[in-house]
Each structure stands twice: as C-alpha cells, then as structure tokens.
C-alpha cells in the first residue's frame, strides 16, 4: 500500500484557506486528516495565540518564528504516522507561511533563507496551493479582519510579496509540487472545482511507502 498524500492551502489573510481545507477534508473522509497551523490547542501553540491576539505580548521576532517552527516539529510524528497509514492530509498554512510571514517583517538578518532554516527537515508538501488574490485591499474589508497581529492592510501587502518571492523562486527551479491559484472574484464554488482539478490527479498518483520530501537546504 502507498503511503497518504500531503496536501498544503497556503495564502494571506481572509482568503478563504480555512474554507476549502474544511471542504477537501469533508470529500476525502473518512481516509483524511486536517490540520491548521498553528496549531493552538499545544502549549507551545497557546503561547503563539497569546502573541497573536494579545499585542502586549512581547517576544523578539525570532523568538516568536521558532515558536511557529516548533509548533510544526511537535506534530511531524503524528503526521508521519497518518501518511503511513494511508491517510491523506490536508494542511492549512505550513513552512511557506512561516518564512513569508517573518520575512516580510524586514528584521534585520530574517531574510528568507534564514526564515527557512528552523523548518529543513519537515515534510515536503506533496501539493500546495497557493491561494493568490491580485486586490490585498479586498480582504481587509472582510469580517473579523484586523482582529489578530499582523492583520493590516501594509504588513499584508508585504506578506504577498514574500509569498510570490518565496514561491515563484522555487517553481522556477523546477518545483513542480507548488501551484498557484488566482482566486479574485471566485466565489467558493469556483475556488472549490480550480482545487479539485488539481488535487484529484495527486491522489490518484501512488507514492511508496517510504518515500518522503523534505525541506532542504538551498
Ligand atoms: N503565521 C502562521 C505565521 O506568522 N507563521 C507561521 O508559521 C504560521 C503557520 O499566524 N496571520 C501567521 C499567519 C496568520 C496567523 O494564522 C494565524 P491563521 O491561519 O489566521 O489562524
Ligand atoms: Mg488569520
């Protein structure tokens, strides 16, 4: 038996990720697992929330970005147990966020290749998708917007470019596991098929057992 497929939804803010994981995870059951990163309910994870929603919170910008890495590593075998198990996993946010994020934060010495570092060695996504929006200004508006760190218009706008910096970098070095999807406009139904069209070809394509990705040094 082939192990499960990891499949990652990445983008900013408010563009619908949480939306489509929930509604991929809903069509891959019951052979499907979902995680959210990060994940909060862990007390590495409560310290994050804490950042996130309590601005007097203070940590240092490296600090709270291993906060994030370690929150991965905590779940790396949980994760590697799933796949071996068959069980597809369907992922909101991950490493790329993690790197976009912080670099964007224009620390000195947080580039992108530093931002990566704490994460080499973590499963390589199958599968990414990147949900892409050519109007930052139009998720601001959105509900809830504004509630957490790191919800502004600026800082967003910044994160976008990380983002398309960080993954165009890779796709033009022949990563052919990171697509993007330009979801501007789309209503959910529509995001939904330009995912499944993409997704159903991956989970029909057999992976060995043992055979894993990683996150590797440039
Ligand atoms: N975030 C998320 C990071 O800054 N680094 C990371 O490694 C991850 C996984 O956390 N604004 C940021 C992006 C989001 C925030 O995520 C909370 P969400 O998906 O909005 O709950
Ligand atoms: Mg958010």
């Not at 408010?14 to 019951?30: A, D, E, F, S, V």
């Not at 991950?94 to 931002?115: E, F, Q, R």
Request: a negative charge; glycine letters at 6%.
């Amino acid at each position: 038996m082939g192990r499960g497929k990891l499949i990652l939804i990445e983008g900013l803010d408010r563009t619908g990720k949480t939306t489509q994981c929930n509604i991929l995870y809903q069509k891959l059951l019951p052979d499907c697992k979902l995680l959210k990163f990060p994940e909060r309910s862990t007390r590495i994870g409560g310290l994050i929330d804490q950042y996130l929603t309590d601005d007097s919170f203070r940590l240092s910008d490296q600090a709270i970005h291993l906060l994030f890495s370690a929150n991965r590593w905590e779940m790396i075998n949980s994760m590697k147990e799933a796949l071996l198990e068959g069980k597809n996993i369907i992922m909101d946010r991950y490493v790329y966020s993690g790197v976009a994020y912080s670099a964007a934060k224009g620390t000195n010495g947080m580039d992108l290749n530093w931002c990566l570092q704490p994460d080499i060695g973590l499963l390589k996504p199958d599968l990414t998708l990147f949900l892409s929006i050519q109007d930052v200004a139009s998720n601001a508006v959105k509900d809830g917007f504004g509630e957490e760190r790191y919800e502004t218009l600026k800082f967003q706008k910044k994160v976008k470019q990380t983002f398309v910096t960080l993954l165009e970098n890779e796709i033009k070095k022949g990563d052919e596991s990171i697509k993007i999807i330009d979801v501007s406009g789309k209503d959910i139904q529509e995001v939904e098929a330009l995912i499944w069209e993409i997704v159903e070809p991956t989970l029909t394509t057999e992976i060995d057992h043992d055979n894993f990705s990683f996150f590797q040094h440039k």
